[in-house]
Structure formats: structure tokens, C-alpha cells
């Protein structure tokens, strides 16, 4: 047998490395002269084009409410959890249980970190479940399942009038049976009530009554079900009839017919004769494990073996499938019912790869197969990939019934460790994932000095942070520091970097609590090998590598750019074209470059773009004309329109409401007042927001001035009143004393706004800048210049005008005006900036598209506005020098503290502190980061705030 293996390194790898090593370690195996170098060049040529990348967001705490703010830190590495540095951006979207986009943003990254937080704004937000989706523009080449997702309940604690309600839901003989007890938020019975209900799947109605609550607030109901009716969804939905509150209440129940039972055969398939190691997982309605036992029986229903869940709905059995032969199970849910389910193929042919995980320092990898294929020329070959590498490959000839041999565990990184089987024509025969744990993360601990504080008390820690061989580490790390008085210590632990990076990206679909699997619970391990059983992975498309070499469709992005295609008016690529950019905003840049020979080109080295920059891009002519051709931009503006993977919706906090949960939203909103209390609270010294209520404000307006600062404004009502007209209509209907004019010097035409000329502003973009007098000017050009262009625009195309007259909202305008413009086309002397010129007024329009002037023009000119980088905002937090003060204000936070960017020194230490809050309760510290090198590491642990010290 032949065998390449790769050592395990401390430090980690970029991408795939060449094979280091050939020995031979294996049981008494003849050698032979063929090699697995083919396909393990094949797919280093693969992992070389398209290297992977992971993504975790830690958060500060795992629900929140309206007026919340979600904080957390992103930790972006490649495969080798070593820092990416393809991206230069993560992209985070918002999304409701509607699947709808609320927010898009964009965070930078810098050296694989990002910083970053969401305000939950009640005008956006409401309440229900959201899903956090965060991604890279490169990771979309490996399809959704890769990119990092965390749903996650948002309540709304300013409704005073919310009811808690416990709810017990069940099913059988096709009847729901739904027991509720309504209550107050202080946990006071309602009495009795006339409800109208309604039974709803989705949003298609199965069932709607009414009904009364006895004085205790209890309702007892029973609801026809019928077959074709599903359960995944099912809510009731009731109505108080007096004030016509409403309550939803998603109904848990598990019908046998809904529920899904997977078996899956170890390696991917059954063979006739060889022995089978089937793991099996159950799902309930809600997306969760349930506890299942069944049992197998053949075809003539003779009972083969009985099996058990052993966590979360899995569990695994052994048997041998014989010839001729099906096999059925019968599975026992835990209401008592019965579903049959049919078990998988069984091949009359074929491999089995068995791989067992135990303490030893090495996995024992058997390989069985039939005796039609065993042979003594052909070469098999197995492989070991793990973080993006290969670390283990072996030929040896299939000429027994069974092969075995023993594969070092030190060869490999901790983490899942992937096995494939090929034939002599390097076709994948059998997969396996395995997870290999050396314990060797990094050892992150906090001292606190103390673990016991008072109310408001500084509270100093000590952070060290060693390898596994005790070296100080140099990192950065994030902290989160919650009371456990509102925010649930079991929901904090369920994942971390660990779990996220090192298993969670491996494979697909949703784990429940995945930081269970590495707890010292005796059926952990079990449960882990099982999991990687049962749950599908991140797999290669192995046509792609094995025959053709794969080009990314998505581009990385290691800095900002601009960057796109000139083709013209046939659509062929435009060569050697000059293109010029300009932007507008706070950030004033000009740039040039050529296209390519497929005409494409690209802009680099940017400042940060923060703001709202837009970019304007000319294709120019050697002499400085603009040239007829059409501009593409490469743009990632919009969010992806891919619909979520399933995961479990979380439980609304008034069901079955848990006494942590309700405290938090009860305190969440008095917090929140009392914050902002201008008199009492530490508030009073955090800037207010003015808001403008006597004048309309134009969404997504470029006015320079503001929103709400003009002499005039057309809003959108208005504007889709107006009908199908041009916008140069539209302006003459609406806009008070727009007429036509002459210019300074009695020559042309000139639209005017009382005795002034006109700017026109479209998108934060002045028209002017683009009019190119021709050689010999006829009369009237620049007037027909900007007249084409208004006639250009429909009224639907807008959604808002402001006119800009008097000096005080002319003035800022006024500085960005173009000297080089103004010339001897009877346009009006440019204005000296701070002059507070008088001969200009301004027209400032909004368009649906928001793409300028030019948005659809084939002209030679694109305007390009990019979403902006979101800055993140400064966690508040009270600080409490002396202890009295304010002495009106109850500090009632629930997140206690975040700092999103702790560096450890040379020497693996770092020091930082906060102030406790007001109550008297115990804290959660949760650490936890990277040293973008190939190594994580995490730590929990308490602090008790208390009088008495």
C-alpha cells in the first residue's frame, strides 16, 4: 500500500499545500507503484481557484426588543481559520419570518474582523422572529449553506397590553387540543373574555370560532384537523372581541404524517452482505429533534432490531442486509403514534467505508466490499481533507472481503475530518465525516479579582490567553457581559466561535445547541459521531474538480473597488477606452483609467467611503469627448433575494413566558425611559435627535441642506396624483413662479424661478456638470440641454422635489457650483463661494432608482452610488466615578457590557474594566476570539453583584 501523509502543524495553512510525506503506515498491506497524486493535485488546483471561507458574528446577547440596539463582532478566516484576506466587506441583512429584507448593510473588514451593530428601530422593526444573514461577496460561490445565520426573537416591551399565555397543544385522532390560560403581564388571570379564533397554516385559514375564558383566563378548545391540512405552521389566533387585542400563538404539535424521519447508511449506501451502520435522525413539526424508538422488520414484517434516539431525535443501529430483501421501520413518536418509514436503497454491489472514533490516537478506518469487485490489480485510494487541506491519501488494492488499517489522529487539525473513497478510475465511492478534538484551542481566562461586586461598582479584569503548550498568545477577542437576571445563561452557551468555525461550517442545515457535543456529558461523543452521521455537509461537486478547472462566478473584494465593462452601441467590448471617475459628497476624488481588451476596468486604492458618495464614471475620447457607449458597473447594492434555510422559529416570549425572559422585557422598556430621562439619567448627556414636523420629508433627498430644508417641497402623494406626464411637466404644474427666462445677457432661454436662474439637482448630482458645449454654440443649447433631460424623466419616475430659493437654503449649493461650466452660453456669472449669490436657485429632485441623471443614458455616463460602509456606533454604558450619582436613575441594563475589540499583548494579557449595574443578580462574562492563526478559543464564567461583600 502506498500512503502520503501529511504532519499537522502548529501554525496553519493559507490554502492546499503539497503532500509532504511518503511512508508507510499501515497493517500488513502489500505495496503497490500507483499513486493518489492525481487526485490530490486536482483538488489543491480546485481549493487553489475557489478557498473557502467561514464566518461567525459574535453577539452580545441572543434576543432583544424594539428599541434595542444588536451588537456583535465578526471573526472572518479562511478554511485553515487563518484571517481571509479576500474580503475587504462582510454583508449583513436583516431579515423578518416573512423572508423579507427589513436592512442590508455593509461592515468593513480589516485583517479578518469586523465591528458592527443594528439599531432594531420600532419604524422597521417589529415584533416577531429575525434572522441575522451574514456573507461575503466570495462566499456566495459556495451557496447559502455556507453563509453564517442566527434567528433570534424580538419583543416589543413598550405594549402594556401583551398577555402571557401558557399554552399546551397536542394531537390526535385528527383533533387539535390546544389548553391556554391567558394572564396580564403581572401575571393576573384576565377573566372572562369573548374571543373570536382562528385557526390559520401559514396564511390560509383551517378553522375559525368563537369562544369565552373562564374566570381564570382558561380555554379549553378542540380543532378538527384534516389530513391534507400541514402542521409545520400551524398558529391560532385569537381576538378579543372588547378591545380587539390580538395574540398569535404558534401551536407545537407533532402528527405522524408531518413528522420527518431520515435513515442514513454510514459511507452513503447499503450493500447486500455487508454490514450496515445506519444512523437515523426525527424531526418535529417545530424543526427540532423529537425522541423516537422504533423498530426494523423485513418484508415478511419479522422484527430485524429495535433502535432508540440517543439526543436530539438521533440515534444509529447495526445490521446486515441480506439478498432479496426491504426493510421497513416503524417508528414510535412520543404521542403514542406510528409511522412506517421505508428504509434506502440496497445495492446488489458495492463499497462500505466504516471509520470509528475512539480515545486511542487513532481512527480505525475498515473498508468492505463485495467479492464481485475485489480485485489485485485495481488501485483504490483514500482520502483525508480537513480546513482546506489534505493531511492523509493511501492507495492499496481491494482484494478482501474487508481492508483495515489504523489512520494517526495527529496527522490532522482539530476539527471535521473528511473521508473519501476512489476507484481505480478516481471516482468517489464513499464519504465520511469524522471530528477529531485534540482539546488544543486556545485557554482564555478572566480574572475579576473578585466574584463578588456591589451595584455600580468598577469592575476590573484580568485577561490572559495561552496555546495548548502554555505560550502566551497574541489575539482579539470580544466580551459580552450580561445579567443573568434577564438574559438566559443556557441561551448564551448554545454556540461560539468554536462550534461556528469548526463544525457548524462543515456542515448544512440547522444544529441544535451545538456546544452540547463538547460538554463532558457521557453520551456527548456519541452523540457528535452521530450528528456527523446524519447531517448533510459542505461537499464538493466532484465533476467540477476531477474534470474541469472552476472559475469563481462571484469576485473577492481584498479592497474597495469600482469596477465594470464599456461596450459599444453593438455591445462589443470597447479597448483602450479612457474612463473617468468623479465622485460627490464629503469625499471628492477624481480617477482615470483604460479598459482592457474585454473592456473592462477598474478603480483602486479608495479612501473609506462612508457616506453617501455617489460616483460618476465618463467613457471619454482621447480629446476629452464623451463617447457613445454604455457603461457597467459591478454592483452589490441590493441584498440576495435567497429564500432562508429552515430553522426552528424561536418561541414568542408570552408563550409559556420564562420568568429571565419576562423580567428582561419588562425592565427592556423602562430602561430604556429611564435612559433617556433629561432630567434624572445619565440621558441628558446624549445629543437628541431633532425631528422636523411641520414640513414633509423626502425619503432618500440628496439636499445638501438636510431633510425638510427648502421654501418648497412636492411630495410623493402629490407626485402620484399628477399622472403619466414629463417631469419638466410636472415641475411647471407644481413648482411656484417656474417660468422661462432669459439669461444675464439677453441671449438664450433659461428656465427660472422667480429672477432667478436655475440649477437642477437630480440625486445629489447638478445636470451642469455633464453639458458639454459644442464648438460653435447655437442659441438656446443649454436650455434644450437640461429641457431634454427633464422631458427625459416621468413623473413616476419621481419621488420627490424640493426648491431651494432664499440664500439661507441656496448657500451650500452655491459652493458647489463649477467655474469651468459657466462660459458664453448665457449661463449666469458663477457664484463666489460664501457670497450668498443671488442669481441662483436650485431645484433638488429625488428619483425612484436613485441612480442620477444618466441612470439609463447609453451615453458615455454611469452614476454609480455604492451602498455605503455602515460605522459602527460606541456601546453606552454608565459610568459611575462616584456612587450617587444620578440618584433618580435605575441602571436596569441587561447588556451589562460589550467591547467588541480586545488585542491581548505579547505576553497574552489585557486589561479593561465596567460598571455594574443596579440590581442585585449574577453576570455572565462570555470571551471569546482568535488569533487568526489557526486557533480559537472561549470562556464563560460569573460575577454575583450583592449588598454584602
Same mark, same amino acid.
Given at each position: 500500500?502506498?500512503?502520503l501523509?501529511?504532519?499537522r502543524?502548529?501554525?496553519?495553512?493559507?490554502?492546499?499545500l503539497?503532500?509532504?510525506?511518503?511512508?508507510?503506515?499501515?497493517?500488513?498491506?502489500?505495496?503497490?507503484?500507483s499513486?493518489?497524486?492525481s487526485v490530490?493535485d486536482k483538488i489543491n488546483q480546485?481549493n487553489?481557484?475557489?478557498p473557502?471561507?467561514?464566518?461567525y458574528?459574535?453577539f452580545?446577547?441572543p434576543y432583544?426588543a424594539?428599541?434595542d440596539t444588536?451588537?456583535?463582532?465578526?471573526y472572518?478566516?479562511?478554511s485553515?481559520?487563518?484571517y481571509?484576506p479576500?474580503?475587504?466587506?462582510?454583508y449583513?441583512d436583516?431579515?423578518?419570518?416573512?423572508n423579507k429584507?427589513?436592512?442590508?448593510?455593509?461592515f468593513?473588514?480589516?485583517l479578518?474582523?469586523?465591528i458592527?451593530?443594528?439599531?432594531l428601530d420600532?419604524?422597521l422593526v417589529h415584533?416577531?422572529?429575525?434572522?441575522?444573514r451574514?456573507y461575503?461577496?466570495w462566499?456566495?460561490?459556495?451557496?447559502?449553506?455556507q453563509?453564517?445565520?442566527s434567528n433570534?426573537?424580538v419583543a416589543?416591551?413598550?405594549?402594556?397590553n401583551?398577555?402571557?399565555?401558557?399554552?399546551?397543544?397536542?394531537?390526535a385522532?385528527n383533533?387539535?387540543?390546544?389548553?391556554?390560560k391567558?394572564?396580564?403581564?403581572d401575571k393576573?388571570p384576565?377573566g372572562?373574555?369573548d374571543l373570536?379564533?382562528?385557526?390559520?397554516?401559514?396564511?390560509?385559514?383551517?378553522?375559525?370560532s368563537?369562544?369565552q375564558t373562564l374566570?381564570?383566563?382558561?380555554?379549553n378548545?378542540?380543532?378538527?384537523l384534516p389530513?391534507n391540512?400541514?402542521?409545520k405552521?400551524?398558529?391560532?389566533?385569537t381576538q378579543?372581541?372588547?378591545?380587539?387585542?390580538?395574540e398569535?400563538?404558534p401551536?407545537?404539535?407533532?402528527r405522524a404524517?408531518?413528522v420527518d424521519?431520515?435513515?442514513?447508511p454510514?459511507?452513503?449506501?447499503?450493500v447486500?452482505?455487508?454490514?450496515?451502520?445506519?444512523g437515523f435522525?426525527a424531526?418535529g413539526?417545530?424543526?427540532k429533534?423529537i425522541a423516537?424508538k422504533?423498530?426494523?422488520?423485513?418484508?415478511?414484517n419479522n422484527e430485524q432490531i429495535?433502535f432508540?434516539?440517543?439526543h436530539?431525535?438521533?440515534?444509529?443501529?447495526?445490521f446486515v442486509?441480506?439478498?432479496?430483501?426491504?426493510?421497513t421501520?416503524?417508528?414510535?413518536l412520543?404521542?403514542?403514534?406510528i409511522?412506517t418509514?421505508n428504509?434506502?436503497?440496497i445495492k446488489n454491489s458495492?463499497?462500505?467505508l466504516k471509520?470509528k472514533?475512539?480515545?486511542?490516537?487513532?481512527l480505525?478506518?475498515s473498508?468492505f466490499?463485495?467479492?464481485d469487485?475485489?480485485?489485485?490489480?485495481n488501485?483504490y485510494t483514500?482520502m483525508?481533507?480537513?480546513r482546506?487541506?489534505i493531511y492523509?491519501?493511501a492507495?492499496?488494492?481491494?482484494n478482501?472481503?474487508?481492508?483495515n488499517?489504523k489512520v494517526?489522529k495527529?496527522?490532522?487539525p482539530?476539527?471535521?475530518a473528511h473521508?473519501?473513497?476512489?476507484n481505480a478510475?478516481?471516482?468517489?465511492?464513499?464519504?465520511?465525516?469524522?471530528?477529531?478534538?485534540?482539546?488544543?484551542?486556545?485557554?482564555?481566562?478572566?480574572n475579576a479579582?473578585?466574584?463578588?461586586y456591589?451595584?455600580r461598582d468598577s469592575?476590573p479584569l484580568h485577561?490572559?490567553?495561552?496555546d495548548n503548550?502554555g505560550?502566551?498568545v497574541?489575539?482579539?477577542?470580544?466580551?459580552?457581559?450580561?445579567?443573568n437576571g434577564?438574559?438566559k445563561?443556557a441561551?448564551?452557551?448554545k454556540t461560539n466561535?468554536?462550534?461556528?468555525?469548526?463544525?457548524?461550517?462543515?456542515?448544512?442545515?440547522?444544529i441544535e445547541?451545538?456546544?452540547?457535543?463538547?460538554?463532558?456529558?457521557n453520551?456527548a461523543?456519541?452523540a457528535?459521531?452521530?450528528l456527523l452521521?446524519?447531517?448533510g455537509?459542505?461537499?464538493?461537486n466532484?465533476?467540477? !474538480? +476531477?474534470? &474541469?478547472p $472552476?472559475q469563481p *462566478?462571484f469576485?473577492a473584494e481584498?479592497?474597495y473597488m469600482v469596477?465594470?465593462?464599456v461596450? /459599444?452601441i453593438?455591445n462589443?467590448p470597447?479597448?483602450n477606452?479612457?474612463?473617468?471617475?468623479?465622485s460627490?459628497g464629503k469625499?471628492?476624488l477624481?480617477?482615470d483609467?483604460v479598459?482592457?481588451a474585454?473592456g473592462?476596468?477598474v478603480f483602486?486604492?479608495?479612501p473609506?467611503?462612508t457616506?453617501?458618495?455617489?460616483?460618476v464614471?465618463?467613457?471619454r475620447k482621447?480629446?476629452g469627448?464623451?463617447?457613445?457607449a454604455?457603461i457597467?458597473v459591478?454592483?452589490?447594492?441590493?441584498?440576495?433575494n435567497?429564500a432562508l434555510?429552515?430553522?426552528?422559529a424561536?418561541?414568542?416570549?408570552y408563550?409559556?413566558?420564562d420568568s429571565?425572559v419576562?423580567n428582561y422585557?419588562?425592565?427592556?422598556a423602562?430602561?430604556?425611559?429611564?435612559l433617556?430621562?433629561?432630567?434624572?439619567?445619565?440621558?441628558?448627556h !446624549? +445629543?437628541? &435627535?431633532? $425631528?422636523?414636523? *411641520?414640513k414633509?420629508i423626502?425619503?432618500?433627498?440628496?439636499n445638501?441642506?438636510?431633510?425638510? /430644508?427648502y421654501d418648497?417641497?412636492?411630495a410623493q402623494?402629490?407626485i402620484e396624483?399628477?399622472g403619466?406626464?414629463?417631469l419638466l411637466?410636472?415641475?411647471?404644474q407644481?413648482?411656484?413662479s417656474?417660468?422661462?427666462?432669459?439669461?444675464t445677457k439677453g441671449?438664450?432661454?433659461?428656465?427660472m424661478l422667480?429672477?432667478k436662474k436655475?440649477?437642477?439637482w437630480?440625486?445629489g448630482?447638478?445636470?451642469?456638470r455633464f453639458y458639454?458645449p459644442?464648438d460653435n454654440p447655437i442659441?438656446?443649447?443649454h436650455?434644450?440641454?437640461?429641457k431634454?433631460?427633464l422631458?427625459?424623466?416621468t413623473?413616476?419616475d419621481?419621488?420627490?422635489i424640493e426648491v431651494?430659493?432664499?440664500?439661507?437654503?441656496t448657500?451650500?449649493?452655491?459652493?458647489k457650483?463649477?467655474?469651468a461650466?459657466?462660459?458664453d452660453q448665457?449661463?449666469?456669472?458663477?457664484?463666489?463661494s460664501?457670497?450668498n449669490?443671488?442669481?441662483t436657485?436650485?431645484i433638488e429632485?429625488?428619483?425612484r432608482s436613485?441612480q442620477?441623471?444618466?441612470?439609463?443614458?447609453?451615453k458615455?455616463?454611469y452614476v454609480?452610488r455604492?451602498?455605503?460602509i455602515?460605522?459602527p456606533a460606541q456601546f453606552?454604558?454608565?459610568?459611575?466615578?462616584?456612587?450617587?450619582?444620578?440618584?433618580?436613575?435605575?441602571d436596569l441594563?441587561s447588556t451589562?457590557?460589550?467591547?467588541?475589540?480586545?488585542?491581548?499583548n505579547k505576553?497574552?494579557e489585557?486589561?479593561?474594566?465596567?460598571?455594574?449595574?443596579?440590581?442585585?443578580t449574577t453576570?455572565?462574562?462570555v470571551l471569546?476570539?482568535a488569533d487568526l492563526n489557526g486557533?480559537v478559543?472561549y470562556?464563560?464564567?460569573?460575577?454575583t453583584i450583592?449588598?454584602k461583600?
Amino acid at each position: 500500500m502506498n500512503i502520503l501523509l501529511r504532519k499537522r502543524k502548529a501554525s496553519s495553512l493559507l490554502f492546499f499545500l503539497p503532500l509532504l510525506v511518503l511512508s508507510t503506515y499501515m497493517q500488513a498491506q502489500s505495496l503497490t507503484t500507483s499513486s493518489p497524486q492525481s487526485v490530490v493535485d486536482k483538488i489543491n488546483q480546485y481549493n487553489e481557484n475557489l478557498p473557502g471561507e467561514r464566518l461567525y458574528l459574535h453577539f452580545d446577547k441572543p434576543y432583544y426588543a424594539i428599541g434595542d440596539t444588536v451588537w456583535f463582532k465578526g471573526y472572518l478566516v479562511n478554511s485553515a481559520i487563518a484571517y481571509s484576506p479576500l474580503s475587504s466587506r462582510i454583508y449583513v441583512d436583516l431579515i423578518s419570518d416573512s423572508n423579507k429584507v427589513v436592512q442590508h448593510f455593509i461592515f468593513s473588514v480589516s485583517l479578518g474582523l469586523a465591528i458592527g451593530n443594528i439599531y432594531l428601530d420600532e419604524k422597521l422593526v417589529h415584533e416577531g422572529a429575525y434572522t441575522i444573514r451574514a456573507y461575503t461577496n466570495w462566499m456566495r460561490n459556495f451557496g447559502p449553506d455556507q453563509f453564517f445565520y442566527s434567528n433570534f426573537y424580538v419583543a416589543n416591551s413598550g405594549n402594556k397590553n401583551t398577555l402571557l399565555i401558557n399554552s399546551n397543544a397536542s394531537f390526535a385522532a385528527n383533533k387539535v387540543k390546544v389548553d391556554l390560560k391567558f394572564g396580564g403581564i403581572d401575571k393576573q388571570p384576565i377573566g372572562i373574555r369573548d374571543l373570536q379564533l382562528k385557526l390559520v397554516d401559514d396564511k390560509k385559514t383551517v378553522n375559525h370560532s368563537n369562544a369565552q375564558t373562564l374566570a381564570n383566563g382558561g380555554l379549553n378548545l378542540n380543532f378538527d384537523l384534516p389530513d391534507n391540512v400541514p402542521v409545520k405552521n400551524l398558529t391560532l389566533i385569537t381576538q378579543d372581541k372588547k378591545d380587539n387585542t390580538i395574540e398569535r400563538i404558534p401551536l407545537q404539535i407533532n402528527r405522524a404524517s408531518d413528522v420527518d424521519v431520515q435513515f442514513m447508511p454510514e459511507s452513503g449506501q447499503m450493500v447486500e452482505l455487508l454490514p450496515a451502520h445506519i444512523g437515523f435522525k426525527a424531526v418535529g413539526n417545530d424543526g427540532k429533534g423529537i425522541a423516537v424508538k422504533g423498530v426494523l422488520i423485513d418484508k415478511e414484517n419479522n422484527e430485524q432490531i429495535s433502535f432508540e434516539s440517543v439526543h436530539d431525535g438521533m440515534g444509529v443501529f447495526d445490521f446486515v442486509p441480506q439478498p432479496g430483501e426491504t426493510y421497513t421501520a416503524k417508528i414510535t413518536l412520543p404521542n403514542g403514534e406510528i409511522k412506517t418509514v421505508n428504509i434506502s436503497e440496497i445495492k446488489n454491489s458495492g463499497t462500505v467505508l466504516k471509520i470509528k472514533n475512539p480515545l486511542s490516537d487513532s481512527l480505525e478506518v475498515s473498508i468492505f466490499s463485495s467479492k464481485d469487485i475485489q480485485s489485485a490489480t485495481n488501485d483504490y485510494t483514500i482520502m483525508g481533507q480537513s480546513r482546506g487541506a489534505i493531511y492523509y491519501a493511501a492507495t492499496f488494492k481491494l482484494n478482501r472481503d474487508i481492508v483495515n488499517f489504523k489512520v494517526p489522529k495527529d496527522l490532522f487539525p482539530t476539527g471535521v475530518a473528511h473521508f473519501t473513497l476512489f476507484n481505480a478510475q478516481n471516482q468517489p465511492l464513499n464519504e465520511r465525516l469524522s471530528f477529531i478534538n485534540h482539546n488544543d484551542n486556545l485557554k482564555v481566562e478572566i480574572n475579576a479579582g473578585s466574584a463578588l461586586y456591589a451595584p455600580r461598582d468598577s469592575i476590573p479584569l484580568h485577561i490572559t490567553v495561552k496555546d495548548n503548550k502554555g505560550n502566551p498568545v497574541v489575539g482579539s477577542f470580544s466580551l459580552a457581559v450580561t445579567d443573568n437576571g434577564q438574559i438566559k445563561k443556557a441561551d448564551i452557551s448554545k454556540t461560539n466561535i468554536f462550534t461556528q468555525l469548526l463544525l457548524a461550517a462543515d456542515l448544512k442545515g440547522y444544529i441544535e445547541d451545538p456546544a452540547w457535543y463538547f460538554t463532558r456529558d457521557n453520551d456527548a461523543a456519541k452523540a457528535l459521531d452521530i450528528l456527523l452521521l446524519t447531517q448533510g455537509w459542505v461537499s464538493y461537486n466532484w465533476k467540477d !474538480i +476531477l474534470n &474541469t478547472p $472552476t472559475q469563481p *462566478a462571484f469576485t473577492a473584494e481584498p479592497e474597495y473597488m469600482v469596477s465594470g465593462k464599456v461596450n /459599444n452601441i453593438l455591445n462589443k467590448p470597447m479597448v483602450n477606452s479612457n474612463i473617468i471617475l468623479v465622485s460627490t459628497g464629503k469625499v471628492r476624488l477624481y480617477k482615470d483609467t483604460v479598459t482592457n481588451a474585454a473592456g473592462q476596468f477598474v478603480f483602486k486604492n479608495f479612501p473609506p467611503i462612508t457616506d453617501n458618495t455617489t460616483f460618476v464614471l465618463e467613457a471619454r475620447k482621447a480629446k476629452g469627448k464623451i463617447i457613445n457607449a454604455g457603461i457597467s458597473v459591478d454592483e452589490n447594492r441590493t441584498p440576495l433575494n435567497v429564500a432562508l434555510p429552515y430553522f426552528p422559529a424561536p418561541t414568542p416570549w408570552y408563550i409559556n413566558s420564562d420568568s429571565t425572559v419576562l423580567n428582561y422585557v419588562k425592565k427592556s422598556a423602562d430602561y430604556h425611559d429611564a435612559l433617556a430621562d433629561s432630567k434624572n439619567g445619565p440621558g441628558r448627556h !446624549i +445629543l437628541k &435627535t431633532v $425631528t422636523i414636523k *411641520a414640513k414633509a420629508i423626502i425619503k432618500d433627498s440628496k439636499n445638501l441642506n438636510g431633510a425638510g /430644508n427648502y421654501d418648497q417641497a412636492i411630495a410623493q402623494d402629490d407626485i402620484e396624483k399628477a399622472g403619466k406626464i414629463s417631469l419638466l411637466q410636472l415641475i411647471k404644474q407644481k413648482v411656484n413662479s417656474f417660468h422661462d427666462g432669459y439669461g444675464t445677457k439677453g441671449k438664450g432661454l433659461t428656465f427660472m424661478l422667480k429672477d432667478k436662474k436655475i440649477h437642477f439637482w437630480i440625486d445629489g448630482i447638478d445636470i451642469d456638470r455633464f453639458y458639454d458645449p459644442s464648438d460653435n454654440p447655437i442659441p438656446d443649447e443649454h436650455y434644450n440641454y437640461q429641457k431634454d433631460i427633464l422631458e427625459y424623466f416621468t413623473a413616476e419616475d419621481i419621488t420627490g422635489i424640493e426648491v431651494l430659493y432664499n440664500p439661507q437654503y441656496t448657500a451650500l449649493y452655491d459652493d458647489k457650483n463649477l467655474p469651468a461650466l459657466y462660459d458664453d452660453q448665457n449661463l449666469p456669472t458663477p457664484p463666489v463661494s460664501g457670497s450668498n449669490d443671488i442669481t441662483t436657485a436650485y431645484i433638488e429632485i429625488t428619483t425612484r432608482s436613485g441612480q442620477g441623471p444618466f441612470a439609463n443614458s447609453p451615453k458615455g455616463i454611469y452614476v454609480y452610488r455604492p451602498a455605503p460602509i455602515t460605522i459602527p456606533a460606541q456601546f453606552y454604558t454608565p459610568r459611575y466615578p462616584v456612587k450617587n450619582m444620578y440618584p433618580g436613575f435605575t441602571d436596569l441594563r441587561s447588556t451589562i457590557h460589550w467591547e467588541p475589540n480586545i488585542i491581548t499583548n505579547k505576553n497574552g494579557e489585557a486589561n479593561t474594566f465596567f460598571y455594574a449595574a443596579d440590581p442585585l443578580t449574577t453576570y455572565t462574562l462570555v470571551l471569546q476570539g482568535a488569533d487568526l492563526n489557526g486557533n480559537v478559543g472561549y470562556t464563560s464564567q460569573e460575577i454575583t453583584i450583592t449588598n454584602k461583600k
